[in-house]
């Protein structure tokens, strides 16, 4: 079964505003990673975070990471039309989930213009 | 080359043939991972490459299911006795080293597969 459980499901905000999305995970982990889709096809990496990183800034994307609560997030700011995608995050897990990365289910956005 | 390419981007097939599909890495990208996708879900993972050799096949359904990476680039995921099931997006990835060293995947456009 996936590890990650992303929160919440859907998302729908309007242009301008900030977006924040949830995950859960449950094992220990070297790092966590969070990646977006359109299209149901290719994956694209947008940001890692280690695990002895609390929180980590790239551009508009701004990921935090608390491994006593097995959780991260994932907020865009200033969203755009074009941020419209899924969203998953990726645990890369030790012991024996270890090996490859594991996904959550996702987090519809959509952004309105 | 400059991404990950996976060919065919769409494979249409009847229940019980056999599919092969193939995924060219990044250069000089030492390991390569195989997802399956299904609809409304995330990635699921089924193997993972360290140079020729699978590391972990772990996540692979059942027999039916194998894949190979001869000379440590290209690989092949093939599907014997394919059944509706297996209908997904095959999706492929590779990274400049294994898990746990900080490396993000840089994934295909994946093959979408329809059994029928």
């Known amino acids: 079964s996936q590890q990650g459980e992303e929160d919440p499901q859907a998302l729908s905000i309007q242009e301008g505003e900030n977006a924040t999305m949830n995950c859960s995970y449950k094992?220990?982990?070297?790092?966590l990673q969070w990646y977006r889709q359109n299209s149901g096809r290719g994956l694209v990496h947008l940001i890692l975070?280690?695990?002895?990183?609390r929180e980590k800034h790239s551009g508009r994307l701004r990921v935090t990471l608390d491994t006593s609560k097995k959780s991260s997030s994932l907020l865009i700011t200033a969203s755009r039309a074009a941020d419209t995608a899924s969203y998953f995050c990726?645990?890369?897990?030790?012991?024996?989930?270890?090996?490859?990365?594991?996904f959550g289910a996702g987090t519809i956005l959509r952004v309105k213009s | 080359g400059a991404g990950v390419s996976q060919t065919p981007s769409n494979k249409v097939t009847e229940k019980g043939k056999y599919v092969e599909l193939r995924c060219d890495p990044i250069s000089g990208h030492t390991a390569l991972y195989w997802y399956r996708q299904s609809l409304g879900q995330g990635p699921e993972f089924l193997i993972y490459?360290?140079?020729?050799?699978?590391?972990?096949d772990s996540g692979l359904p059942n027999d039916r299911f194998f894949a190979v990476r001869p000379e440590g680039s290209v690989s092949t995921l093939k599907i014997q006795r394919t059944e509706r099931g297996d209908s997904a997006v095959y999706l492929c990835?590779?990274?400049?080293?294994?898990?746990?060293?900080?490396?993000?995947?840089?994934f295909g456009s994946g093959t979408r597969l329809t059994v029928v």
């Open positions: 975070i280690r695990s002895n990183e």
């Open positions: 990835a590779s990274s400049p080293q294994g898990p746990g060293l900080g490396y993000g995947y840089t």
């Open positions: 094992t220990s982990i070297n790092n």
């Open positions: 490459f360290q140079g020729t050799g699978a590391a972990d």
């Open positions: 990726a645990t890369d897990a030790k012991g024996e989930y270890g090996n490859k990365l594991v």
